[in-house]
């Protein structure tokens, strides 16, 4: 049975409830992205969640079962190098997380979590770099991160009959005078103009169905292009062996 419009308020009422707890709201300004788990980590670049239709539901058990698996090495979807989310790992009250930490007393350099609603969300502060003077966003790392995001939430769904809509929120954070990079092949490296961007970055979706993985990631491509002010989909190879898809010959720092 379709939704009625008031079915669909009434959902992005609790999603948006959620997301302001979270601090993934822009009114949020300094604090923007730095709620939940998030306050963990030090400064992330970019902060990516995924919430189910309930975010007070409980369907996955925080238990050592779900942390072994959450644990299993998976290749990533799009055949390149995987992620490093580092060797601890803890349970809080939401969610499992496996992250690093280089000091006992450090924050989160990076972070993977399965929350007990079922959403998993990632938190990376390696994603930005300096080039000169400029701030420079890693294009093809932010889409590889949403694929692996994605797929590792297609296997939630299915492993714990976690069922859509699902709202997948992703945060860039300081992205004033910031312009992208690591682009496919064909495509030139930016240089050091600014581009006239927010001074951070939201983009939200809607996924009425069951997840894909692949469509997902390269709609985030397009609109992180969209939100620095390009439609190039440079995260596409303009030429060589992977011309028009996605060029997963890139790792994560």
């Known amino acids: 049975m379709s939704r009625t419009i008031h079915d669909i308020d009434a959902q992005r009422a609790r999603w948006l409830r959620y997301r302001t707890g979270q601090h993934l709201t822009i009114e949020a300004r300094e604090d923007f992205a ?11 670049h970019l902060r990516l969640m995924f919430l189910p239709n309930d975010p007070d539901d409980d369907p996955v058990p925080l238990d050592s079962e779900t942390l ?3 644990k299993e090495p998976r290749p990533t979807p799009y055949g390149g190098p995987a992620p490093r989310w580092g060797h601890r790992n803890r349970a809080t009250s939401s969610a499992l997380v496996i992250y690093d930490q280089y000091r006992d007393d450090a924050r989160w350099g990076r972070y993977l979590a399965l929350h007990r609603h079922g959403g998993v969300e990632l938190g990376h502060g390696n994603i930005a770099y300096p080039l000169r003077e400029t701030r420079v966003f890693a294009l093809r790392q932010i889409v590889g991160l949403a694929w692996i995001a994605a797929a590792l939430q297609s296997e939630v769904a299915e492993r714990w009959d976690v069922n859509p809509p699902f709202e997948l929120t992703v945060a860039l954070r300081n992205a004033n005078e910031a312009v992208l990079g690591s682009f496919a092949e064909g495509w030139p490296e930016p240089q ?7 001074a951070h970055v939201l983009l939200r979706w809607e996924l009425d169905d069951r997840v894909d ?10 609109r992180v292009e969209q939100a620095f002010g390009t439609t190039l989909r440079r995260h596409l190879a303009n030429r060589g062996d992977y011309t028009g898809r996605f060029d997963p010959r890139f790792g994560f720092g």
């Open 68 to 70: 072994d698996w959450l």
């Open 192 to 198: 050091t103009a600014f581009w006239d961007s927010a």
């Open 213 to 222: 993985p692949e469509t997902l990631a390269l709609a985030v491509g397009d």
């Open 34 to 44: 730095l709620g939940g788990l998030a306050r963990y980590a030090d400064d992330p």
